[in-house]
C-alpha cells in the first residue's frame, strides 16, 4: 500500500519519537509556506504547491490522531522489514532454503494479519459510532476499515447501512453490490439490498400520488377558467 510506503515523519520534517505538539507546529509551518493561494497568478507553481500541501495535511492527519499514528507506525515498520527482505532477496545467490522460504511466507502472513486486526478495529469503532448516530465519524471509520481490508463483505455491508441511514441510497446500493460480488450468498447484503428497493419503491409511489394530485388541481384550474 503507497500510504505506508511514504515516511510521514519526513514530509513534516521531524522526528519519529516528535510530540504531538511538535508535529502540529511543523505542520503549520508548512502549511504556510505551501499553501497553493500563494501562487494566485502561477497555475504550475499553484499545482505543485497543491500536491505538496496535500501530502503534508495527510501526514499531519495521520500522526496527529494517537490512533492513527500508532497503526501508521506499525504498518509503516512492517513495509520497511519487507522491503528488507525483498532486498535480501535480490542480493542472495541460488534457491533459498526451505527454512527461508518459510520465513517469508511468515512475514507476509504476519503483515495480513497485522491489517486484518486493525481493519478489525476501525469496524468495531464503526459499529459503536452508528449506534450512537454519529454517522460521520462511522463513515471515517469503516472506510478505513475497507481501505485495510477491501475485499471483506462485512465492511462494506455497514458502509451500506452508514449511506442508508444518511438518505444515500445509490452510495448504498453500490456498497451492497459490492458485498454480493464478493460474496454472492451474503444474507446481511440481501437484507439491506431488499430493504433499499423497498424504499426506492415506497418514493416512487410517493412520487406518483403527488404528481397525481398536481394533476387533479390542475385540472380543476382549468374547469374553473
Given at each position: 500500500?503507497h500510504?505506508?510506503?511514504?515516511?510521514?515523519?519526513?514530509v513534516l520534517?521531524?522526528?519519529?519519537?516528535?510530540?504531538?505538539?511538535?508535529?502540529?507546529?511543523?505542520?503549520?509551518?508548512?502549511?504556510?509556506?505551501?499553501?497553493p493561494?500563494r501562487?494566485?497568478?502561477?497555475?504550475?507553481?499553484?499545482?505543485q504547491?497543491?500536491?505538496?500541501?496535500?501530502?503534508?495535511?495527510?501526514?499531519?492527519?495521520?500522526?496527529?490522531?494517537?490512533?492513527?499514528?500508532?497503526?501508521?507506525?506499525?504498518?509503516?515498520q512492517?513495509?520497511?522489514?519487507?522491503?528488507?527482505?525483498d532486498?535480501?532477496?535480490?542480493?542472495?545467490?541460488?534457491?533459498?532454503?526451505?527454512?527461508?522460504?518459510s520465513?517469508?511466507?511468515?512475514?507476509?502472513?504476519g503483515e495480513?494479519?497485522?491489517?486484518?486486526?486493525w481493519?478489525?478495529?476501525?469496524?468495531?469503532r464503526a459499529?459503536?459510532?452508528?449506534?450512537?448516530?454519529?454517522?460521520?465519524?462511522?463513515?471515517?471509520a469503516?472506510?478505513?476499515a475497507?481501505?485495510?481490508?477491501?475485499?471483506?463483505a462485512?465492511?462494506?455491508?455497514?458502509?451500506?447501512?452508514i449511506?442508508?441511514?444518511?438518505?444515500?441510497r445509490?452510495?448504498a446500493?453500490?456498497?451492497?453490490?459490492t458485498?454480493?460480488?464478493?460474496?454472492p450468498?451474503?444474507?446481511h447484503?440481501?437484507?439491506?439490498e431488499?430493504?433499499?428497493?423497498?424504499?426506492?419503491?415506497s418514493?416512487?409511489?410517493?412520487k406518483?400520488?403527488k404528481?397525481?394530485?398536481?394533476?387533479?388541481?390542475?385540472q380543476?384550474?382549468?374547469?374553473?377558467?
Amino acid at each position: 500500500m503507497h500510504e505506508f510506503q511514504e515516511d510521514y515523519y519526513a514530509v513534516l520534517g521531524v522526528e519519529a519519537k516528535a510530540s504531538t505538539e511538535d508535529i502540529h507546529k511543523a505542520y503549520l509551518k508548512l502549511a504556510k509556506k505551501l499553501h497553493p493561494d500563494r501562487f494566485p497568478n502561477d497555475q504550475e507553481k499553484k499545482m505543485q504547491a497543491q500536491i505538496e500541501f496535500s501530502r503534508v495535511t495527510r501526514a499531519h492527519e495521520v500522526l496527529f490522531d494517537a490512533k492513527q499514528r500508532e497503526e501508521y507506525d506499525a504498518l509503516y515498520q512492517l513495509n520497511l522489514n519487507r522491503q528488507a527482505l525483498d532486498v535480501s532477496t535480490v542480493a542472495g545467490v541460488g534457491q533459498k532454503t526451505n527454512k527461508e522460504q518459510s520465513h517469508d511466507g511468515q512475514e507476509i502472513r504476519g503483515e495480513q494479519q497485522s491489517k486484518e486486526a486493525w481493519a478489525q478495529k476501525h469496524y468495531e469503532r464503526a459499529e459503536d459510532c452508528y449506534k450512537k448516530k454519529r454517522f460521520q465519524e462511522a463513515e471515517t471509520a469503516i472506510k478505513e476499515a475497507i481501505r485495510l481490508v477491501p475485499d471483506k463483505a462485512l465492511y462494506h455491508n455497514k458502509l451500506a447501512e452508514i449511506y442508508l441511514s444518511r438518505g444515500w441510497r445509490t452510495l448504498a446500493m453500490s456498497e451492497v453490490q459490492t458485498a454480493l460480488r464478493l460474496d454472492p450468498k451474503d444474507a446481511h447484503a440481501k437484507q439491506i439490498e431488499i430493504k433499499l428497493k423497498a424504499k426506492s419503491k415506497s418514493q416512487n409511489a410517493e412520487k406518483a400520488q403527488k404528481k397525481g394530485f398536481l394533476d387533479q388541481i390542475k385540472q380543476l384550474l382549468g374547469k374553473k377558467e
